[in-house]
């Protein structure tokens, strides 16, 4: 099993944005939504449109832990998903399949990532890639590992840090 790596250079984040923006508005709007939630590809994927419409901060239920979660979500944030959302219904899935509506799959989610990923040039992406870039940048951030770690749900710090792909030479 290919083990994915957060994407640290906030440069190659750009770019990737910037090539999801020009092939879909929704595959735009889970990547840069993953990437500051820090939520389960699944738990993004099962977001209707009624639980991000008009809302700084957002409270789901988590599907693996059955935790509730709240994150915040940025004002320009918000202004993109309304732009998004204006001709959805609020039962609609924010990010549904073009051909049946419901959302898109997993695997469907690694194909546009990765491919993504790969016109910027990088080759360990995935779909946890946008729950560690998340933690990565929030961690360069804040130096908050406890508020991380419980973020995810981790047993111990070691295993955030592992998760996020900063070794202990790096925390110095």
Sequence with gaps: MQVVQPIRDQDK?????????????RDWLLFTIGINSGLHLNDLLTLKVKDLKG???????????????????????????????KYMTDDDFLFPSQRTGKPIKRIRVYRILNEAAKQAGLDDVG?????????????????????????????????TLRYIGVQSDQMK
């Design 127 to 159: 779909t946890h890639t946008l729950r560690k870039t998340f933690g990565y940048h929030y961690y360069q951030k804040t130096r908050n590992l406890t508020v991380l770690r419980d973020l995810f749900n981790h047993s111990a710090p070691s295993v």
């Design 13 to 25: 984040i750009e770019e990737i944005q910037a090539i999801l923006k020009n092939q879909s508005d």
């Design 55 to 85: 809302k700084n901060k957002v409270t789901i239920k988590e599907g693996k832990t059955k935790k509730e979660k709240t994150f915040t979500i940025s004002n320009q944030l918000v202004e993109w998903i309304y732009e998004y959302v």
